[in-house]
């Protein structure tokens, strides 16, 4: 299982003109191949004059759905450049449309292959990337004679508090890095004199700044 991926930070579009013809690409972070789609639809709806509507699109934190279609173009001269960018640069839950307008000027099988792969990596350029990281959750509660010094320690600390909750005992959402539960235990033990307790909750994937 892998503990980090990368995506498109956010939804943007950008274009690029090589003889004449133009390629608009828009990418976006998606989470579904429904959302891919919808996305490719709406790109298509945005730009109803031009002939191609080129697509490639990856998901799942280990990039193992991927898809890609010419639209059209030469069979292996849009989708598979496109989609080979998006694997070369290691992204995922991500989306590429790149729409062309056709400018007279043929640009033969090699330069439409580079032309699509540019289109995409000078998007990725423009739009930029982000990293997620899974962690696991796990629940602090201890009394709350220790509760505000905890919370301070907490948030000095490299772990992330993602959530709190006070009840009849103060408790604090934490991230843990894979593999990094035994020696939270330790530290967290020596800090509240082993008063406090954790409780497991799972795993989320974070973005990291």
């Known amino acids: 299982m892998t503990d980090r991926y990368l995506s498109v930070a956010r939804e943007g579009v950008h274009e690029i003109e090589i003889k004449?013809?133009?390629f608009r690409c828009a990418l976006a972070p998606v989470s579904s191949e429904a959302a891919a789609r919808e996305f490719i639809a709406a790109r298509r709806r945005a730009d109803p004059g031009a002939r191609h509507h080129c697509h490639a699109f990856v998901l799942g934190p280990d990039g193992r759905t991927r898809r890609s279609s010419d639209d059209g173009e030469p069979a292996g001269t849009a989708g598979t450049p496109m989609l080979e960018v998006l694997r070369r640069r290691e992204l995922t839950d991500t989306v590429a449309v790149v729409t062309r307008y056709f400018g007279?000027?043929?640009?033969g099988a090699g330069g439409l292959i580079r032309a699509y792969g540019q289109s995409v990596s000078d998007a990725l350029e423009v739009v930029g990337v982000l990293e997620h990281r899974r962690l696991d959750l796990v629940e602090v509660a201890v009394g709350y004679d220790r509760a505000g010094r905890l919370e301070n320690d907490l948030r000095?600390?490299?772990?992330p508090v993602h959530a709190t909750r006070?009840?009849?005992r103060a408790r604090?959402?934490?991230g843990l890095p894979p593999g990094a539960a035994p020696a939270f235990a330790s530290?967290?033990?020596d800090l509240t004199n082993g008063e406090a307790t954790t409780t497991e909750l799972g795993e989320t994937w974070v973005q990291v700044p």
């Not at 000095?156 to 772990?159: D, F, K, N, T, V």
């Open 20 to 22: 004449r013809s133009r």
């Open 104 to 107: 007279g000027v043929l640009l």
């Open 156 to 159: 000095a600390s490299p772990y």
């Open 166 to 168: 006070f009840d009849e």
């Open 172 to 174: 604090f959402e934490i």
């Open 187 to 189: 530290w967290l033990a």
